[in-house]
Structure formats: C-alpha cells, structure tokens
C-alpha cells in the first residue's frame, strides 16, 4: 500500500512541479526546464525532482540550478496547497543526466555515420 503511494505521489508532484514551473515561477533562469523524473524517499520527507533542459553548456545548468533553487520555497508552498498530504516533503533539485548522455551519443553515431559515407 506504501509504495503504491509514493508512486502516485511522485507522479502528482512531477504534473504539478512542471506546471508550477510553467505558471508560477518567473524567473527566466529556469525556463525550458523539463522535469524527468521524481523520487520521494519512503517516509515522504524529502522529494528528489530530477530536470533536464536542452544546452549542455556549464553556465547554462549553472544558472538553472541557481534559478531553481530560489524558486524552491515558491514550489515547496504551491506544491503544499496542491498536494492533500499531511506534510510537504523537502525538495531537493537534482539534473538529470541521461537526457544529455542520450544527446550526446546520437551526436558521436551521427559523426561516424556522416564519417564512413564521406
């Protein structure tokens, strides 16, 4: 039964954390931030939010992380008024990875195609 919750918890929060990051949250730092996934620990108390967004430049997932940061209390207090559990869970920000992984080896098989016809 536990588990069952904390699936369907992680789904509410990644549907609302990506609207309220659509409608709420103002600061151009975390536009075309897309979220990938959510993991809540299993006493509810603290939500990992995992992101992507499409530059893979340093700076760029700088200012991200920077902008997401401020933006956390916004998002933890919306997400309370939207969430009918007892408690909040903390929200912790973390990028994804994977997304830019996958970028960039289409990137490397496109170079060895575009290489073996040349």
Same mark, same amino acid.
């Given at each position: 039964m536990a588990q069952y919750r904390?699936?369907? /918890? +992680? $789904?509410e929060i990644q549907r609302e954390v990506t609207d309220i990051? /659509?409608?709420r949250v103002r600061d151009p730092r975390v536009?075309?931030? !897309?979220? *990938?996934?959510v993991?809540? *620990?299993g006493d509810l108390q603290e939500a !990992?939010? =995992? =992101? #992507?967004i499409l530059s893979d430049k340093a700076s760029s997932a700088e200012k991200t992380a920077q902008g997401l940061k401020k933006a956390t209390g916004l998002? $933890?207090? +919306? /997400?309370? #008024?939207? /969430? #009918?559990? =007892?408690?909040t869970p903390e929200l912790f920000f973390e990028q994804d990875k994977s997304v830019q992984y996958g970028s960039r080896i289409d990137e490397l098989l496109n170079d060895l195609h575009h290489q073996d016809h040349a």
């Open positions: 904390v699936g369907r /918890l +992680e $789904q990051l /659509l409608k536009e075309g931030v !897309t979220v *990938t996934g993991e809540v *620990t !990992t939010i =995992y =992101y #992507s998002i $933890q207090s +919306e /997400l309370g #008024s939207r /969430l #009918s559990i =007892y408690k």
